[in-house]
């Protein structure tokens, strides 16, 4: 995408650019776009790295063994019958040290559907499509436990904070589909800032929840972005650190000016290491303060 405004974001021990190559290599039409270290963190040194797979922009670091990810975020791919060769072969590749959570092959709602989860802890799903599809690639967003049941109201929820938005319509299960009850929402796909997303609730027995293993970075252009989006979403207080916040789904996300990623990519290593030791004292990323570290 050319200008993708919502960043997925993974967080690795030390894996990062492992990973990051080796998606790039698995999914064609993709490649690595940039790298860089933060200097003594309190994880170390820690490697991020932006790639991009199919025409989507991903975001990952190494920043130590603290999270888990899981299946409750996972990646929607569209593909289209021409395609399926290539998505096979793609299919090969994760499941190889990874986990099947839903078979590659036909079901009631796809004639080719797979759901797997890789050997790093991402799950990617594959959806067979008419050549219609409105996105190649959609983070899904899966409501359990706790959060069961408010699938709709969140939709509604980031529709409300985010710009240039679009419902793309809600479908419930049927009857006779328990432990799914047909309040509950079985897709639902809707636009932001230009980007699809889709969600859903599960009834299912889950033993995991959203964590800042997968988070969701916004690029923003100028302070006034980050204070809009820190105070439209941060609910709950303890977990803002560091540009990154919780909403009122435990969703985490990453408020993070466009700004500091040039200076952390283009700056001596001086200045990125006192640009590191800035940003590392902060909750909300305060650009002002960011430039006159880069500047000393």
């Not at 699938?151 to 409300?160: E, G, I, K, P, R």
């Not at 435990?250 to 940003?279: C, H, I, N």
Request: with cysteine; proline share 4%; aromatic share 14%.
């Amino acid at each position: 995408m050319a200008d993708q405004k919502i960043v997925p974001h993974f967080w690795y021990d030390d894996e990062a650019m492992e990973a990051a190559e080796f998606y790039t290599n698995v999914f064609p039409d993709s490649r690595i776009i940039s790298q860089s270290t933060l200097q003594d963190t309190p994880s170390g040194d820690a490697e991020e790295v932006s790639f991009e797979l199919m025409g989507y922009r991903f975001m990952a670091i190494s920043a130590g063994p603290y999270f888990i990810k899981n299946p409750s975020i996972s990646f929607l791919f569209m593909y289209t019958e021409d395609e399926l060769p290539q998505i096979e072969k793609v299919w090969d590749q994760l499941v190889t040290d990874g986990k099947v959570l839903m078979a590659f092959g036909e079901h009631p709602f796809n004639e080719k559907y797979g759901w797997v989860e890789d050997k790093y802890g991402v799950s990617w799903q594959f959806f067979l499509s008419g050549g219609n599809h409105r996105a190649r690639v959609l983070p899904t967003i899966m409501f359990i436990n706790d959060n069961l049941g408010r699938a709709q109201s969140a939709m509604d929820f980031y529709m409300d904070v985010f710009k240039d938005t679009e419902d793309g319509g809600v479908m419930n299960y049927p009857e006779g589909m328990e432990p799914n009850l047909p309040s509950h929402v079985m897709h639902a796909g809707f636009k932001l800032e230009n980007q699809w997303f889709s969600l859903m609730d599960s009834a299912e027995a889950h033993d995991f929840n959203f964590n800042e293993g997968i988070s969701f970075l916004i690029k923003c252009r100028n302070q006034a972005e980050v204070d809009y989006y820190w105070e439209k979403l941060s609910a709950e207080p303890e977990a803002e650190q560091c540009g990154w916040l919780k909403d009122r789904f435990g969703l985490s996300w990453q408020v993070y000016p466009e700004v500091m990623k040039t200076m952390l990519e283009k700056g001596s290593k001086d200045q990125v290491k006192r640009v590191t030791e800035a940003f590392l004292k902060m909750k909300k990323f305060d650009i002002a303060t960011l430039e006159s570290a880069y500047r000393e």
